[in-house]
């Protein structure tokens, strides 16, 4: 399992229940806000621990398990709810909570609320920095639509793609 963990992007891993410990995976790289941080790999997982095709879900952190407290707490709830158990590669086992340990509850609440204000302190600082390139007139929204580039902050014409849309066909 400790290949699983490894790795450095977002993945939600659902370790099935078989002697062989055959990991599955849903892979989440996710590079864009979904609304209500959706994460489809993350329900799927949570959909194999309940139905006992896994044991639990592993992550390589919290705050890549979820962005939202609520979320994170929500997920960690329904896991240990149908008796799976939450792994994070850079805490080992996340336990479920216990009434005579409140300090194990609000130190993971904790880490979940510093990981919303981290992606919302980003998300603010990347606004910011579109909004202030579009006032100078540089090109500033991501990646272009086929036939344009970006360079040195301008949006230009990329020849070879826009000889590829003159000749195909238009539709309407």
Same mark, same amino acid.
């Given at each position: 399992?400790?290949? =699983?963990?490894?790795?450095?992007?977002?993945?939600?891993?659902?370790?099935?229940? *078989?002697? *062989?410990? @055959? =990991?599955?995976? /849903? %892979? +989440?790289?996710?590079?864009?806000?979904?609304? /209500?941080? @959706?994460?489809? %790999?993350? &329900?799927?997982?949570?959909?194999?621990? @309940?139905?006992?095709?896994? #044991? /639990?879900?592993?992550?390589?952190?919290?705050?890549?398990?979820?962005?939202?407290?609520?979320?994170? %707490?929500?997920?960690? &709830?329904?896991?240990?709810?149908?008796?799976?158990? &939450?792994?994070? @590669?850079?805490? +080992?086992?996340?336990?479920?909570?216990? *009434?005579?340990?409140?300090?194990?509850?609000?130190?993971? #609440?904790?880490?979940?609320?510093?990981?919303?204000?981290?992606?919302?302190?980003?998300? =603010?600082?990347?606004?910011?920095?579109?909004?202030?390139?579009?006032?100078?007139?540089?090109?500033?929204?991501?990646?272009?639509?086929? +036939?344009?580039?970006?360079?040195?902050?301008?949006?230009?014409?990329? %020849?070879?793609? #826009?000889?590829?849309?003159?000749?195909?066909?238009?539709? &309407?």
């Amino acid at each position: 399992m400790d290949a =699983a963990i490894a790795r450095p992007r977002w993945v939600v891993y659902a370790v099935r229940a *078989s002697p *062989s410990g @055959e =990991a599955v995976r /849903g %892979e +989440g790289a996710v590079r864009h806000h979904r609304p /209500g941080d @959706e994460r489809p %790999e993350l &329900a799927t997982a949570l959909l194999w621990v @309940e139905e006992k095709k896994a #044991q /639990g879900i592993v992550a390589p952190n919290l705050d890549r398990l979820a962005r939202e407290l609520v979320v994170q %707490e929500a997920a960690l &709830a329904q896991c240990w709810k149908h008796g799976g158990r &939450a792994f994070m @590669e850079d805490q +080992g086992e996340i336990l479920p909570d216990d *009434s005579e340990d409140p300090m194990r509850t609000a130190m993971r #609440q904790m880490m979940g609320v510093f990981a919303q204000l981290d992606r919302g302190m980003t998300a =603010a600082k990347l606004r910011r920095g579109r909004r202030i390139q579009g006032e100078k007139g540089q090109y500033a929204y991501g990646a272009p639509s086929y +036939g344009w580039q970006a360079h040195k902050n301008e949006l230009t014409e990329e %020849e070879m793609e #826009q000889a590829g849309r003159a000749r195909a066909p238009r539709t &309407a």
